[in-house]
């Protein structure tokens, strides 16, 4: 049993905020304990830095369910940690039903017609191996397009595993490589900002080294959150505190993104130069990646435009794409006004000039006279053209992959040798697909691979506190296949016989 010594207890609700079962509330700057909720996981026995929980004895009531690690004592109708099994009538159960591939195909909507591309069952709802060497909890044999097939499904726990968080942002939030925090009770490492891509920004969060870490099970309840459509908030290293939800725009430092823009400054040149050459006499994209300059441009002098003779601070790549540096200025830059830019402009006496974000968010109109540029109201023509740019930009959204491994339990719960189940994934013969969802699996050792969380139906991803992630695997390949890698033949069922009902 454990229980709570209150004289240690300060009531920083750790405990509370960590509990998986909802068990533990903080009373009076003390925690309490329900002990017909509590399954003595032990989450929040390693996050007390205060010694003030205790395991005193062994529970007497409850159920004992032995399908991960953590060994949940349930009592009578309450959930385990992972919130998947309960107590009935003294018996460890699942609760959910089986899911047919029926049952998630509008939402994976992508698998061939190959008669092994689509399993027969899905691993929702399926139950696990653990501790491995058991046989798959469903083995499922049927037939289709007058082809013998085979599903293999189980519920995984995979430990080494974590989630590239993707935020269609043109702002500026941190230098690749800057830590990511997590902020629950202080700063917990979480994970790192991977790189920059098309409009957006990469974030990788957990990992089996973040995961057995001392802060590993707050990363997991992050990711976890995360998964489950809950508003999280995380910390960039010298850079930004962004709150991000799954499907909805960021918010950086106070501030909600809409906007995804639509390429970068050269691109944008080359996307849309037949509408900018008419605005002004020069064009200047400001953009952190790269800054287009259209009359110096490829398109600019396919379109016949010569050279204006403005030249930039920047760092020239090519003729009309520059490099600055990042910041939280334009477009991502460190310029926040948009003359900055500019580092000569002594032949360009009486002419006109558009500087624009690749978003259209900012923009300005100038004249040069006298030496200096007058910021004008801009033409209805720049006014039009913004509003095509900003017409053909996406809404910002923060999207994720999950990236995992498949472990012991699908492979020893398939065949009695692991290699050869392995083997077949790599040549193609056995097609893995996670919940119905297409992963891409990676070349090289072992069976790793990545999932849009969008394609896994919601809800069908459990948390253990080991840490671990248990998300439905399925295995489908031809019943010669799977004879040929060694498998469980004794254990498989007849589809029809399993769903006559």
């Known amino acids: 049993m454990i229980k709570v010594i209150k004289e240690n207890c300060t009531g920083c609700k750790s405990c509370e905020e960590i509990c998986l079962v909802d068990a533990i509330k903080v009373v009076d700057k003390v925690a309490e304990i329900a002990y017909e909720t509590c399954v003595e996981c032990k989450a929040c026995f390693k996050v007390c830095k205060f010694d003030a929980i205790k395991i005193v004895e062994k529970r007497k009531k409850g159920v004992i369910c032995k399908n991960c690690p953590i060994e949940c004592i349930i009592d009578e109708w309450k959930l385990g940690a992972c919130r998947r099994y309960t107590n009935k009538n003294g018996k460890i159960e699942r609760l959910l039903r089986v899911h047919t591939y029926r ?101 990788s969060i957990g990992g089996v080294n973040i995961l057995t870490g001392p802060d590993g099970i707050w990363v997991a309840k992050f990711i976890y959150d995360f998964i489950s459509g809950k508003k999280v908030k995380i910390k960039i290293e010298d850079g930004s505190e962004i709150k991000i939800k799954r499907n909805s725009p960021p918010v950086i430092d106070g501030i909600e993104d809409n906007i995804m823009r639509v390429g970068c400054g050269s691109a944008t040149i080359g996307l849309f130069a037949p509408y900018l050459k008419d605005l002004a006499d020069e064009v ?73 974000e690749t978003t259209g968010s ?16 801009a033409t209805e023509k720049i006014k039009k053209f913004i509003k095509i740019l900003q017409e053909n930009c996406q809404k910002s959204t923060v999207t994720a992959v999950f990236s995992g491994g498949i472990g012991g339990s699908l492979r020893a719960g398939t065949t009695k040798n692991p290699i050869k189940l392995t083997q077949a994934v790599h040549r193609g013969d056995v097609k893995v697909t996670i919940g119905g969802a297409n992963p891409f699996i990676f070349p090289g050792g072992g069976i790793n691979f990545i999932v849009d969380l969008n394609k896994i139906k919601r809800g069908s991803i459990y948390l253990s506190p080991t840490p671990s992630f248990i998300l439905p695997v399925e295995l489908t390949m031809t019943y010669e296949t799977f004879k040929k890698i060694g498998g469980h033949i004794e254990s498989v069922r007849d589809y029809n016989e399993i769903f006559a009902k």
């Open 103 to 203: 049952d998630v195909e509008k939402i994976v909507k992508e698998l061939n017609s190959e008669a092994i591309s689509k399993p027969l069952i899905t691993g929702i709802g399926a139950g696990t191996t653990y501790p491995d060497f058991k046989p798959s909890p469903l083995i499922v044999r049927g037939l289709v397009d007058n082809v013998e097939v085979v599903t293999v499904v189980t519920e995984a726990p995979l430990s080494y595993s974590g989630i590239t968080i993707k935020i269609d942002t043109d702002r500026f939030i941190g230098k690749e490589g800057k830590k990511i925090y997590i902020l629950k009770k202080g700063k917990k490492l979480a994970g790192h900002v991977c790189r920059e891509e098309y409009g957006s920004k990469m974030l």
């Open 284 to 356: 200047i994209i400001l953009d952190g990646h790269i800054v287009g300059l259209l009359t110096e441009h490829p398109a600019g002098r396919e379109l016949g435009l010569k050279y204006s003779g403005i030249k930039l601070n920047a760092f020239k790549s090519t003729p009309g794409r520059y490099f600055v540096e990042k910041g939280e200025g334009w477009g991502g830059t460190n310029i926040k006004n948009p003359l900055d830019i500019i580092k000569d402009a002594r032949d360009f006496k009486g002419k006109t000039l558009f500087i624009t």
């Open 362 to 377: 900012n923009y300005s109109y100038f004249i040069y006279k006298n030496g200096e540029f007058t910021e004008v109201e």
